[in-house]
């Protein structure tokens, strides 16, 4: 079974900083990556996502993220971080085919210091 | 848009009720899905729906069951609710080809007393 780790419960960063958050999955055969963001009080929303083709995906609010294969990894990146991102992040993962039953790791919260 | 619309935001029951979690979305996807989300725990899958009548357990479906009689409507039933089913449920459904891409309601968050 895939599985995804989020090592970072919590990232504490200042407005106008750089932040990346990090996600490994488990999976060594082709998979299909994914950040959510989650505001308060709502549910998910697709920040970006990678299916196949270029490496660096570039999604909403400024976001990007990088898929490595070779370690296993899609962190997420943004280089200016505004109050606005304070939320919370899921890294996911899912098979191309199947039913598309989608594993999402423990989440990370960001928050954004003035 | 695509819209998932769960009926209840916010619910309390007490120990032993019956509880339905209703979802409705109007983009004639194909697949549906229920979330139990939970602090330090992220998103655990329940039970999903891939056509009417059709319905496969997720990673937890212990004391849960599903209902789909329509396209567009998926119900989550606590048949005796339990006060460690309190948490947060999500609601989501995506199109039967392959994007992996889930939209979400914006959950109902059950107490169990």
């Known amino acids: 079974a895939q599985s995804v780790t989020q090592l970072d419960s919590q990232v504490p960063v200042f407005e106008e900083a750089p932040v990346e958050l990090r996600c490994n999955y488990s999976s060594s055969v082709s998979v299909y990556l994914f950040w959510y963001v989650q505001y308060p009080n709502q549910g998910l929303q697709l920040l970006l996502k990678y299916l196949s083709g270029s490496t660096l995906v570039k999604g909403i609010n400024g976001f990007e993220a990088e898929f490595n294969k070779s370690q296993t990894s899609f962190h997420l990146r943004k280089p200016s971080v505004h109050i606005s991102d304070t939320a919370e992040y899921f890294c996911?993962?899912?098979?191309?085919?199947?039913?598309?039953?989608?594993?999402f790791g423990t989440g990370t919260k960001l928050q954004v210091i003035p | 848009d695509v819209k998932v619309t769960q009926s209840s935001r916010y619910l309390v029951k007490r120990t032993g009720e019956k509880v339905f979690l209703e979802c409705v979305q109007d983009m004639d996807h194909e697949n549906m899905f229920w979330y139990r989300q939970d602090p330090g725990l992220g998103l655990r899958l329940i039970y999903f729906s891939y056509d009417v009548k059709m319905k496969e357990k997720g990673d937890i479906p212990e004391g849960y069951s599903v209902s789909r009689e329509k396209k567009e409507r998926f119900s989550l039933i606590l048949e005796s609710a339990s006060t460690n089913q309190t948490s947060m449920y999500l609601c989501?459904?995506?199109?039967?080809?392959?994007?992996?891409?889930?939209?979400f309601g914006e959950g109902s968050r059950l107490t169990v007393l």
């Open positions: 996911a993962v899912s098979d191309p085919g199947g039913y598309q039953k989608v594993t």
């Open positions: 989501a459904s995506t199109l039967g080809v392959n994007t992996g891409e889930l939209f």
